[in-house]
């Protein structure tokens, strides 16, 4: 495991040592109580990690990001520099462009979330074609 200069790491914390290659900890990262660091991550530098967030394996997070509480990322992504995922957040995709990325629902009956689930992915096109009937019927009426 390689930290860098000036970090910071609070209580109950944890950070794997690499198992392929070095767990990597950037300079003047701050790492919140209770985080999970697994094997061959890499934390860019002047990061931010909120408590209870989760890192899987061979995960690369870029410079100056942020991930807020309880945040869990899946093994094997690529985060780019300056992304902030807001708290409860589950990143299962690498991202590539900067900026700010939620994700996340509460709780429920797991068969309603299920359902919810499905429906969430078709949200948009569903609101296009709404969009698309008020819009005849408007022209209809007149």
Known sequence: MVLGD???VGSCSSIDRGALGDTVIGN???IDSQVQIAHNVIIGDHSAL???VGIAGSTKV?????LGGGVGLSGHLTICDSVQVTGMSL???????PGVYSS?????ANSQWRKNAVRFK???????????LEKNS???EC
């Not at 990143?91 to 462009?97: C, K, P, R």
């Not at 996340?104 to 429920?108: C, I, K, L």
């Not at 078709?122 to 698309?132: E, P, W």
């Open 122 to 132: 078709q949200l948009d096109d569903i609101a296009k074609r709404l969009a698309r």
């Open 104 to 108: 996340g629902t509460g709780a429920m």
């Open 6 to 8: 000036d970090v910071e």
């Open 50 to 52: 909120a408590g209870c």
């Open 62 to 66: 870029g410079k100056h990001c942020m």
């Open 91 to 97: 990143v299962t995709n690498s991202i590539h462009e």
């Open 138 to 140: 408007v022209i209809n």
């Open 28 to 30: 003047d990262v701050k």
